[in-house]
């Protein structure tokens, strides 16, 4: 099906060219691009050039291709690369717009596919339309070790595909009012495979232990999309522009599963072969729809003080539910013996929220300037549950009620020094507060319920003392009196240190530094970042460029966690080691006028381990070099034929069943127009 539409677009691309393209021009290029240096040619009363790009692939994988396809994802068959057409009116002529384009890349198959459209009419109107769909793919191998332990992953998988589309209409009404309209989709559909625990409204603790041990896979085809419908207005008025859109949004999604495997993912359980699940099935949806409304302003006070502001109010409500079937074997002390369960749930959820933004730059001299920025947050979530559960003809119901409600106030000060040309310096600070309350069932969740603030202060400088040396410089202290998870810790201080060296037209090196340091007491958690990228440029002469780089990328991380129910231990230690080294090389040439080579290569080794205490290590060491060898030659009536080569390996260590090597080979026509 790919490549009879492979088909379809590469026969309609050459046929447009065919009809856009004047009769070959001579043309000049230089490294792995065409440019045309005689007038364009003409299609409708337009001037028009462009480029296109044709080729066919072939692979070759051997080993697990799964993995493969997790980070190439790229098949065989015939493939437009790219596609590019620029259009313009001669001067004088009336036509439909003044300038157009379409480019396009991916199309026929590959995993990143896009379509762009432009159109503009000066003083009337700007079209913009594009459509982008992107292939996720990740299936790691759920085998067994040499050793016979179960595989390290955790029976996850999914094969989707996302699209976005976008159509922008602006109309100039005046000169200083335009009109605006724009649409907007995407959605995500496809297969994923993810593991559910067989658990129910109202069980009791010792059905914790049988939850826990036994998590089965799942096969769930899901569906979500997101429509987006606004109209606005942008005016300017001398140093003042307001922008203002208006309309509605919908949210929807649904996923619908069914047992991939009646025996649970856990095989070291020797209870868990018995516990078979003979049926399971559930229904998950969403439906979300709010309206929008945006504004932002911005504009002049004085030649030296500019205001900024805007406020936005989005009211997202709707229904959710999970129905679900389950029947199979279940432990009861020594004896295994069978259930059948039932569940519905269904909720309604409202989410208003409103979010203001003030600020202001003072130049209050030449060099110095005073950036104050506010924002307010205001969001609060409503939602009530009903439950039903029927576990073996017993009846459960009950109702929840959830109420969140979360007032954020951020304030932004920022200090901006420019004392000479060469250097640049911005000290400042961020306050952050924020106050969470949460009420489940009419009880205040004191857990939960949190006033947060948040200290950040920070310090960059510019520094460019003369054309070969540039350097930029961050730090950072962030503050959290409070935190709810690792995700926000109570300390995390920073720097970035960027330096740009270039000694001569020839060099150019750059090295940019990380460190950061972050702790959560609440959790023994603790963690210790250092990265390190430096890469090199040199250009020979103009038909010679070599590059190399080195990247070392180092996560030292450890934490304490605990399973609220379930068999012990239930307090656990994690473990987090992981170092990268990256080094990469490349070179371009032209041995011939016409004739050019380039190859690029890199050589990923990682080591160190993930885990939990008590259980196989989650991910290992592993290698994984690849490079991409290209020989390409200008014909000078045809265009130029391109021959790409890519060798790839990839070795884990822990779990071999995951490793593929791969040849890749690709021939490319590309003709400019």
Do not use: C
Not at 241 to 267: C, E, K, M, W
Not at 432 to 461: C, E, F, H, K
Request: charged share 15%; aromatic share 12%.
């Amino acid at each position: 099906m790919r490549t009879h539409s492979s088909l379809v677009l590469l026969s309609g691309a050459l046929v447009l060219t065919g009809l856009l393209a004047a009769p070959a021009p001579a043309r000049a290029q230089s490294g792995d691009q065409s440019t045309t240096t005689t007038s364009p040619g003409l299609f409708g009363g337009f001037q028009t050039q462009g480029s296109i790009s044709v080729g066919y692939r072939v692979t070759d994988v051997t080993g697990y291709e799964q993995k493969y396809r997790e980070l190439y994802n790229l098949s065989d068959g015939l493939r437009l690369g790219d596609f590019n057409l620029f259009a313009r009116a001669p001067k004088g002529k009336d036509l439909f717009a003044d300038s157009f384009s379409i480019t396009a890349s991916g199309l026929g198959g590959d995993p990143y596919q896009a379509i762009q459209f432009m159109a503009r009419k000066n003083n009337l109107y700007d079209l913009r339309a594009s459509f982008r769909q992107s292939n996720f793919y990740w299936d790691q191998n759920n085998g067994v070790y040499e050793n016979g332990l179960s595989a390290v992953t955790n029976s996850h998988a999914w094969n989707t595909e996302r699209k976005l589309g976008s159509v922008s209409f602006l109309l100039h009404a005046t000169n200083n009012l335009r009109l605006a309209f724009d649409l907007s989709h995407s959605g995500r559909d496809g297969m994923n495979l993810t593991t559910r625990t067989v658990d129910y409204f109202g069980s009791p603790s010792s059905w914790g232990a049988f939850a826990r041990a036994n998590a089965y896979t799942m096969l769930a085809p899901l569906n979500e999309t997101t429509n987006r419908y606004t109209g606005g207005f942008d005016y300017t008025w001398q140093d003042w522009n307001v922008h203002y859109r208006a309309g509605y949004q919908i949210f929807d999604d649904a996923v619908t599963a069914d047992a991939a495997s009646p025996i649970s993912i856990d095989l070291t359980d020797p209870l868990s072969p018995k516990e078979t699940l003979e049926n399971g099935t559930y229904q998950d949806y969403r439906r979300l729809t709010t309206p929008v409304s945006e504004l932002s302003y911005d504009g002049k006070l004085t030649p030296k003080f500019e205001w900024r502001g805007g406020y936005m109010f989005y009211r997202y409500s709707g229904p959710a539910g999970l129905q679900a079937a389950y029947s199979g074997l279940t432990r009861s002390g020594t004896r295994v013996v069978p259930y059948d369960l039932s569940l519905d749930t269904r909720t309604n959820v409202t989410e208003p929220t409103h979010v203001l933004d003030q600020g202001f730059t003072w130049d209050a001299t030449d060099w110095v300037s005073l950036l104050v920025d506010y924002r307010y947050q205001w969001i609060g979530i409503d939602s009530t549950g009903n439950f039903t559960s029927d576990f073996n003809s017993t009846f459960q119901t009950g109702t929840s009620t959830d109420r969140w409600r979360q007032n954020k106030n951020q304030l932004d000060v920022d200090l901006e020094f420019m004392p000479r040309a060469d250097l640049l310096v911005r000290a400042g600070v961020r306050y952050l507060r924020n106050d969470i309350r949460v009420v489940d069932n009419g009880t205040v969740d004191t857990y939960a319920t949190q006033i947060i603030n948040t200290w950040w202060p920070t310090l960059s400088l510019s520094w460019k003392p003369n054309a070969i040396v540039n350097l930029h410089a961050d730090v950072d202290s962030i503050q959290n009196d409070v935190s709810f998870t690792r995700l926000t810790p109570e300390t995390n201080v920073g720097s970035r240190v960027v330096l740009n060296v270039h000694p001569n037209d020839q060099w150019s090196i750059v090295d940019a530094v990380n460190v950061r340091h972050q702790t959560l007491d609440a959790a023994n958690y603790t963690a210790n970042i250092r990265s390190n990228a430096i890469t090199a440029n040199y250009q020979v002469n103009d038909n010679v460029a070599l590059f190399g780089g080195y990247t070392y990328d180092g996560f030292d991380a450890t934490a304490g966690a605990a399973f609220i129910r379930g068999t012990p231990p239930l307090n656990v230690t994690l473990l987090d080691n992981t170092t990268n080294h990256v080094w990469q090389a490349g070179f371009s040439a032209k041995p011939m006028p016409r004739l050019g080579v380039q190859l690029a290569g890199n050589y990923i080794r990682t080591t160190g381990q993930g885990s939990i205490s008590g259980e196989t290590p989650l991910y290992g060491p592993l290698t994984f070099p690849y490079g991409t060898g290209t020989v390409y030659y200008d014909f000078p009536t045809i265009g130029r034929l391109s021959v790409d080569v890519t060798r790839t390996y990839y070795i884990e260590e822990l779990v071999p069943l995951n490793n593929f090597g791969a040849r890749i080979v690709m021939v490319r026509w590309t003709r400019s127009f």
